[in-house]
């Protein structure tokens, strides 16, 4: 009781409290690529940054609003192709490159994949934050549900959990299409080794 307490505490001060709000923009200088629109959360963001609110019974309504939001965002394959180069994904999934102020503008941002996810059963350097996804394809099949769902996904995971930790690669544009169309190929392709 009293951590749920100190919670909605923490909340209401950053959100009403201008020493804190100055702090924060105070502390974050636009450098290089990053600029102070990274510290302005979107609706979905505000919406998780209080976790009282977001899980509770009250929070229902809102929280499907946030996802069907999220859905509605999801642009699908401009040429009707899904599924890329599985070697290609391998290098994305490998790679926390990009996106960060000591990038220049057009360096190739990777995905990140196994800071969270088990992918390659012969990786031995993985986080656990995510679910494993060693044998996705094999395991699930690979029909159309099972794509249009992989695609959703990797392009807006707030689509199916409002706060899910995983980032959207597509809204902020960490990945473009044809890279997610190969870290599609690397969870789905029959020949990837997360399939073997």
Not at 17 to 30: E, L, Q, V, Y
Not at 94 to 111: C, F, H, L, Y
Not at 136 to 141: A, S, T
Not at 144 to 169: G, L
């Amino acid at each position: 009781m009293l951590q749920v307490f100190l919670q909605n505490v923490a909340v209401a001060q950053q959100k009403n409290d201008p020493k804190f709000n100055k702090m924060m923009s105070d502390s974050f200088k636009a450098e290089c690529i990053a600029g102070l629109d990274r510290i302005q959360q979107d609706e979905t963001q505000k919406f998780c940054s209080d976790p009282v609110f977001a899980n509770s019974k009250r929070g229902e309504k809102m929280r499907d609003k946030i996802q069907k939001m999220n859905m509605d965002s999801i642009k699908q394959s401009s040429n009707g192709k899904y599924i890329g180069d599985w070697k290609k994904g391998e290098a994305i999934a490998q790679s926390g490159r990009g996106a960060t102020w000591t990038d220049k503008a057009d360096t190739v941002i990777g995905g990140g994949c196994y800071n969270c996810h088990q992918i390659d059963p012969k990786e031995i350097s993985y986080g656990n934050i995510g679910s494993s996804l060693t044998g996705y394809g094999k395991l699930r099949g690979y029909s159309n549900k099972v794509v249009t769902y992989m695609w959703n996904r990797i392009n807006n995971s707030k689509e199916y959990n409002a706060c899910s930790n995983m980032p959207r690669f597509a809204h902020f544009k960490l990945l473009n299409e044809q890279q997610i169309q190969d870290v599609m190929a690397l969870l789905l392709d029959p020949e990837s080794p997360v399939n073997k």
